[in-house]
């Protein structure tokens, strides 16, 4: 902030906008989704802005920034156990855009709205002097299960993600020629990981039986372990040598720990984050096979200072990591 203020961006939530919140159905705006009122408790909302040079790159392909617009509020979404219905956008396009960069934007959305199910409803569409600015409002649908918050942790639950963790992180490093030379297919699928997040949407059915706790990696995975730690009262632990890496991600931080370690702060991620008790084991495995979606125990969830996060090596020792996360503010 241009004040010097020490003040996050949640801290800022929390003094400014919680209290305008005064209702159940924003969980005091602690977590990604809300509930819509006046409907059944199974119509959820969320909402995510993406602005260029900030969370794209301005020359991205049109298509694929239209892309990652829709991607990332879907994320959201799976991460509470929801199924995407419908949406509306608000659209800021710089005023040097032409027609054939607006049509190209439209042609990605309508190309993942389809794709996930997602029906325009409405929004705005500005010209601006500024950079691209745009924000999705997306609507879903719960099961019976209801939503699956921030919140619900317990103490020894143990900590789960999806996927792999910092493909994306190291994809915009390479974009941005900070990593030197790296081979084209492992650059081309990293780059690819950074500008096409791969919501987890059919894993998301699944977590109402199995999480107790649950949100997106947008952050970075120990910013997002930190606020599901803080949401739930308890502290977390990652082992560092258990967190998963694609085969593209181990080539690159093979040689250079320092950056194989900044990865769990990269954010970008866009995988699934979440808590379950020991109980839970075999529907988890159950839940992965059936959606082919590779889950891995990353740690656990212990009473403790309230969203402290400790990352520690195979021998129990605390490691530091550096920068936790991404912050707006």
Known sequence: MQDGSSETEFDLIARLFAPLSDSPHGLNLTDDVGLVPDTDGRSCITSDMIVADVHFLADDPADQIAQKLVRVNVSDLAAKGAQPVGCLLSAAFNQQ?????????????????????LVLIGGDTVRTPGPDTFSLTAIGRLGEGGMVTRAGAKAGDGLYVTGTIGDAGLGLRILRDELGAVALGTRTRLEGRYRLPQPRVDFGRKLSRIASASLDISDGLIADAGHMAEASGLAARIDFDRVPL?????????????????????????????????????????????TETPVTRIGELAAGKAGEVSVVDAQGET??????????F
């Open 246 to 290: 694609s085969s593209s991600a181990a080539r690159v931080v093979k040689k250079d720990r320092s950056l194989h370690l900044s990865l769990l702060g990269a954010g970008d991620d866009y995988e699934i984050l979440f808590a379950a008790s020991s109980d839970a084991a075999e529907a988890i495995a159950e839940a992965s096979g059936d």
């Open 319 to 328: 490691l530091d990591v550096g920068k936790s996360g991404y912050r707006h």
């Open 97 to 117: 855009r032409d027609v054939a960069w607006l049509e190209a934007f439209t042609k990605g959305l309508a190309e993942d709205l389809a794709a996930y199910g």
